[in-house]
């Protein structure tokens, strides 16, 4: 089946047609810069703009950095703060006059690792980190995803993304010692409370997995994503399948 997936992230949004076969993209991504925080109709254009790129007229599955719970935005970190109890799947099937599936972006790059990257045919417990503009995250058991938002959690009064997402590293020229030294610290909690078997690091960082990955002594196995920055425009259009099977 071939869906367009489209993966709005904290300072852009990307999108291409995927074969939910294979995951591969079947054409090169389109990449819209959003340096500022865009309201959601601005969004919702942009989003059109894409579909549009594309010529598209199939399924579309996109992925949105916050608690999505059904069609609605339940939260907005990183975006504009109107999409706060914004009805995401209206905004967007409105914009580009078809239904959209709607799910949180790491968990949609969770989904492409769990079924054709660092996760497949692994069944035990995995917990999915894309680090970025802010801290994704997905917990996977079995096989079956458990949407989360792990990097908000508090760390000396701040959101953990605050100290460990990728664009702090850059922003405050923390060296990956450092900033290595940090996400060590912060998955140390995470496996006091989960217990992972595997953590799979997601996020354009982890093509640099060489540089942190010896920072980091985890008890659990740590492994580099394998879709990078395609994760979450995959896992978008695998969830519209999804979708599409149980509505």
Do not use: Q
């Amino acid at each position: 089946m071939k869906v367009l997936g489209i993966d709005i992230g904290g300072s852009a949004l990307k999108g291409a047609p995927v074969d939910t076969h294979s995951g591969k993209l079947l054409a090169e991504r389109h990449r819209i810069d959003t340096p500022d925080p865009l309201p959601p109709a601005e969004m919702a254009r942009l989003v059109a703009e894409i579909v549009a790129h594309f010529d598209w007229k199939g399924p579309v599955g996109i992925g949105f950095p916050g608690v999505v719970i059904g069609s609605r935005i339940l939260t907005s970190a990183n975006l504009h703060k109107d999409f706060i109890d914004c009805d995401g799947g209206k905004l967007f099937s409105k914009a580009i006059g078809r239904p959209v599936a709607l799910i949180n972006d790491a968990a949609a790059a969770g989904i492409a690792e769990m079924k054709f990257g660092a996760g497949r045919d692994f069944s035990g417990k995995a917990l999915l980190l894309t680090l970025g503009t802010g801290v994704g995250s997905a917990l996977f058991y079995r096989g079956v995803l458990v949407p989360c938002e792990l990097g908000h959690l508090p760390i000396d009064g701040k959101s953990a993304e605050k100290l460990v997402a990728a664009s702090v590293r850059e922003k405050k020229d923390l060296s990956w010692e450092e900033w290595g030294g940090r996400l060590r610290d912060y998955l140390h909690i995470l496996e006091k409370i989960l217990w992972p078997e595997l953590i799979i690091i997601g996020g354009g960082v982890s093509a640099k997995s060489e540089k942190f990955f010896k920072y980091l002594e985890t008890r659990a196995k740590v492994v580099p994503a394998e879709f990078f920055n395609a994760a979450g425009i995959v896992g978008a259009a695998l969830w519209a399948v999804e979708h599409e099977r149980s509505s």
